[in-house]
């Protein structure tokens, strides 16, 4: 089972730290749990916990260069991460970035062989006018599904942060529509808590959850895990 905690911009460097060596502690008695932490970019510690992996939650789609403000792949294989979020709904909505931005940036990673959480999603006005399964099918548009470190992470936009996650019925018909067109893997996003967790990730075809508010103390990260 995969299990994803999405820290957005909380944490700083040394609470980032300090949770990490406590939930690596606690991972150490858990089998078949596999756990990846996505800090902020400055928070990044070494990839190099024992039961944890370390990825992060934006880059650019080049080695290095002339992008200010962007981190690329040399500075996150310096700290040994090889796992990377693309396209978080976050991404595309506040700061623009295009599907043909993320695809390029799926390219460029897939190419250097990272694990990539591609992150898709509709709004609510899509949602409430039954067309989600045609827009998540235009998000990952010209994406190798076939690439076999692929994740994708289905976070309905209106779920995110609204404490209320989609419904269970919502959450299998989409994950088995993903299955249909080809994903071999995929997690849910959107609300995911203790008190939800367990029941979503029993549905037949999801692989696990993506964890945002949840995710950031660690007694709450841990009874989602289990
Ligand atoms: P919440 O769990 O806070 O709804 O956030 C989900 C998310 O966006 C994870 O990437």
């Known amino acids: 089972m995969i299990i994803a905690g999405n820290f957005k911009t909380h944490h700083t460097r040394s609470s980032t730290l300090k949770f990490c060596r406590e939930l690596d502690r606690y991972l150490s008695s858990k089998k078949?749990?596999?756990?990846?932490?996505?800090?902020?970019?400055?928070?990044?510690?070494y990839n190099d916990f024992a039961h944890l992996k370390i990825g992060a939650q934006n880059a650019y789609g080049a080695k290095n260069g002339a992008y200010s403000g962007e981190v690329g792949a040399d500075q996150l294989l310096e700290l040994g991460i090889k796992t990377l979020l693309i396209g978080h709904s976050e991404r595309r909505g506040i700061f623009k970035e295009s599907n043909q931005l993320v695809r390029k940036k799926f390219e460029f990673y897939s190419?250097?062989?990272?694990?990539?959480?591609f992150c898709i999603g509709e709004d609510l006005p899509t949602y409430q006018s039954g067309k989600t399964k045609e827009f998540l099918f235009s998000q990952l548009d010209r994406?190798?599904?076939e690439y076999p470190k692929l994740i994708i992470a289905y976070e309905p936009?209106?779920?995110?942060?609204?404490?209320?996650?989609?419904?269970?019925?919502?959450?299998?018909?989409?994950?088995?529509f993903l299955r249909e067109i080809g994903v071999k893997t995929s997690v849910y996003g959107g609300s995911v808590k203790p008190s939800n967790a367990q029941d979503i990730m029993n549905l037949k075809?999801?692989?696990?959850?993506?964890?945002?508010g949840a995710s950031l103390e660690l007694e709450s990260f841990c009874s989602i895990i289990g």
């Open 157 to 176: 936009i209106w779920a995110i942060g609204s404490g209320e996650s989609a419904g269970l019925e919502q959450i299998e018909e989409i994950h088995s």
């Open 205 to 212: 075809s999801v692989d696990g959850v993506l964890v945002g």
């Open 32 to 45: 078949d749990k596999e756990v990846t932490i996505f800090p902020t970019l400055s928070s990044l510690p």
């Open 143 to 145: 994406i190798d599904l």
């Open 111 to 117: 190419n250097e062989g990272f694990e990539i959480f």
